[in-house]
């Protein structure tokens, strides 16, 4: 496999429930990110990591939980969640976060809350 | 803060040069020009950069006028499957931040 994966790509949950969303790159890069895009608004940065550590966490409220165990992988883990959390998430990579090198993303996990 | 501005829809047809502008009239000296599009239920997909030289690559060609104020992505032969919405973005290094704006929804017609 090649670029950014994401699994799974559909998910609905309960607002009690927990799940994870993963993301996988195979492109050798050192940085990651996670974006939210609600309908007809533009992509929110949620979190930055850079060599598994956290640069940058944009004000997300504690019931998205992230965690990156090496620079190939990501995960946003989700507990409690509302129904305006319902949104596509996306993951992205890029070689460096400091760099002129572009983001690649992946094809996004759809996320609904019932 | 909207630092580009896109038509917001234009059509092209098949086989044609898509011409597609992008207005940064505020673009600082070390902020790049990005260009993306988004196909429908897809994740966003990375088209071409530059700073202020011409681009090409095997899926389009970028041009910027020297004042750096504005950009054209240009796609050589348009296709159906290039119907997506475009998006220009000026990104400076230290920002890991891609603000998205409302884009150019592209509509090839056969």
């Known amino acids: 496999e090649t670029g950014v994966t994401q699994t799974p790509r559909h998910l609905v949950m309960g607002m009690t429930n927990k799940k994870s969303l993963k993301c996988e790159q195979h492109?050798?890069?050192?940085?990651m990110y996670w974006y939210k895009q609600s309908a007809k608004k533009p992509l929110e940065l949620m979190f930055v990591?850079?060599?598994?550590?956290?640069?940058e966490n944009n004000s997300v409220p504690s019931r998205f939980s992230p965690e990156c165990p090496n620079s190939s992988h990501l995960f946003l883990h989700l507990h409690t969640l509302q129904p305006e959390d319902s949104a596509l998430y996306l993951c992205a990579s890029s070689q460096e976060w400091d760099t002129n090198q572009p983001q690649h993303f992946g094809d996004g996990t759809r996320l609904s809350i019932l | 803060d909207a630092k580009t501005t896109q038509p917001p829809s234009m059509d092209c047809a098949e086989g044609r040069a898509a011409n597609l502008p992008c207005n940064h009239s505020t673009i600082s000296g070390n902020e790049y020009v990005y260009w993306y599009r988004q196909i429908h239920s897809q994740g966003p997909q990375y088209i071409i950069h530059g700073l202020k030289n011409n681009e090409t690559n095997e899926m389009a060609s970028l041009i910027i006028t020297e004042d750096r104020k504005s950009s054209t992505l240009i796609l050589p032969h348009a296709t159906l499957r290039d119907t997506a919405v475009y998006y220009c973005i000026v990104r400076v290094l230290w920002d890991y931040k891609l603000s998205f704006g409302a884009g150019t929804t592209v509509t090839v017609r056969a």
């Open positions: 492109l050798g890069h050192n940085a």
């Open positions: 990591y850079s060599l598994e550590e956290r640069v």
